[in-house]
């Protein structure tokens, strides 16, 4: 019978008794429960290695092996003049024929580099291209290995792109406040979910995908309490043959000319607004003085214009709806503009914003103050937006004083949201005659 032999420092094994039947011979066997493979010794590959240096542009070739045996690839390189641009080949074969897989690099100049590769086929080979110098000193090894610690950087070494690097992959998780985990998500721009980096600085930047800021400011400089409410805008400016105490919207894309009021202005004018189909419009138009100059593409919104080049202003600009009279580069009748540009200011100043078409529109905040010589006035404020094909509808209220505050600034806790085609505007009255005030708003626009 066979008697179990228990060693407790080797692995389990057996002395079996064998009898053969014939002669009655009686042999014992030693068998191991389990048998350590052995691994194979590593391997300097003399086919795909070479210290010949290569001339400008030549190749080495190096042979298929067969790497079955082997857990790992390394690649040794030095040479005095940089490699051709990928010019390291490890390329690896299912037949040793049709090299189907490869892995590239380009080796700089007299720099040693080494490179450790995965066996995913069972033959492989070597190849390197030279670049355009003559090598004069030239050294390239191979080796393979059962195994080896993957290849490993000092901290204060630079990383460079043709470091050869393992792919990790990780899910991140997070506890979450009821308790449990989940899973850590992209944001809509692919970006780690760790911080909001959908918000503030990243979107002004421009480096959030399909975001962007807008910021509207306003003043109306002169108006009286006979006015009402006025819209917050340059033409609400009393005793001016363009006065407009209330913005006037076109229906159609019928806004078409610019001109000025004084004769030597011939500025590049940038003018901002969105065409017949509420699409985003940037134009910019070269001022002939009191002579109106028509736009490119006509438009149902103009909220931005602006000086863009090196001279100031020395009258008033103004985009306008042509028919009515002009008189001196000035537009009689104020319901005809729709932007006016204060030459000490070289651009607008409107709290008058529509949403653009394919947008929505998030309201983060809006403020309101006095502005103007006259600062012991009170006033009401008005928050208005008119969704496509609706009415103005008020969307907040509030007042500054001249007992409490001159000032005032709105953040909201969750945006206000405008959807595309949108009406937006701030509206102010006065308890005093020719009050000047200001206001303005910030929205984030993101794609629909």
């Not at 805008?233 to 001109?259: H, K, L, R």
């Amino acid at each position: 019978m066979a008697e179990q032999q228990v060693d407790n420092n080797v692995l389990p094994s057996y002395d079996v008794k064998v009898t053969d039947d014939g002669s009655g011979l009686v042999q014992h066997m030693i068998v191991d429960e389990a048998v350590q493979p052995e691994l194979p010794a590593g391997l300097v590959d003399s086919t795909n290695s070479t210290a010949t240096p290569l001339t400008s542009g030549s190749t080495f070739t190096g042979t298929a092996i067969d790497i079955t045996d082997y857990g790992i690839i390394f690649i040794n390189t030095y040479s005095d003049q940089a490699s051709a641009t990928d010019g390291l080949v490890i390329e690896q074969s299912s037949d040793g024929t049709n090299w189907d897989h490869d892995d590239v690099y380009t080796v700089p100049a007299g720099g040693a580099k080494n490179y450790s590769i995965n066996p995913y086929a069972q033959y492989m080979r070597v190849k390197y291209t030279n670049g355009g110098v003559n090598q004069t000193a030239f050294r390239l090894q191979t080796l393979l290995k059962a195994n080896s610690k993957p290849s490993s950087h000092r901290i204060q070494d630079s990383i460079v792109d043709e470091d050869d690097a393992e792919l990790v992959k990780s899910v991140l998780s997070a506890k979450a406040n009821g308790g449990g985990f989940v899973n850590i998500t992209a944001t809509e721009s692919n970006n780690l979910r760790v911080t909001e980096a959908e918000s503030g600085l990243a979107i002004a930047k421009g480096e959030v995908t399909g975001h962007s800021f807008v910021h509207k400011f306003g003043a109306a400089p002169d108006f009286d309490v006979a006015d009402g409410f006025v819209t917050v805008w340059d033409g609400a400016e009393d005793d001016e043959d363009y006065e407009a105490m209330q913005y006037t919207y076109s229906a159609t894309a019928d806004i078409d000319y610019i001109v000025a009021e004084a004769a030597g202005d011939t500025q590049d004018v940038e003018i901002q607004g969105l065409d017949a189909n509420y699409d985003l419009v940037v134009q910019t138009k070269t001022l002939a003085g009191n002579t109106p100059v028509e736009l490119d593409t006509y438009l149902t919104r103009v909220f931005r214009m602006k000086n863009v080049n090196s001279t100031d202003f020395t009258g008033h600009v103004f985009v306008y709806v042509s028919g009515g009279t002009v008189t001196a580069g000035v537009p009689q009748v104020g319901a005809d503009v729709r932007a006016v540009v204060h030459d000490e200011n070289n651009q607008t100043e409107m709290a008058v914003y529509t949403i653009p078409n394919g947008k929505t529109g998030y309201m983060r905040s809006w403020y309101a103050s006095t502005a103007g010589a006259k600062r012991d006035s009170s006033h009401t404020i008005k928050i208005l937006a008119r969704p496509f094909g609706q009415v103005f509808q008020l969307k907040h209220k509030a007042n500054i004083d001249v007992n409490g505050t001159s000032y005032i600034h709105h953040e909201y806790i969750e945006p206000e949201v405008f959807a595309a085609k949108t009406d937006i505007e701030i509206q102010m009255d006065t308890d005093t005659n020719i009050a000047g005030v200001a206001a303005g708003f910030d929205i984030i626009l993101v794609d629909d």
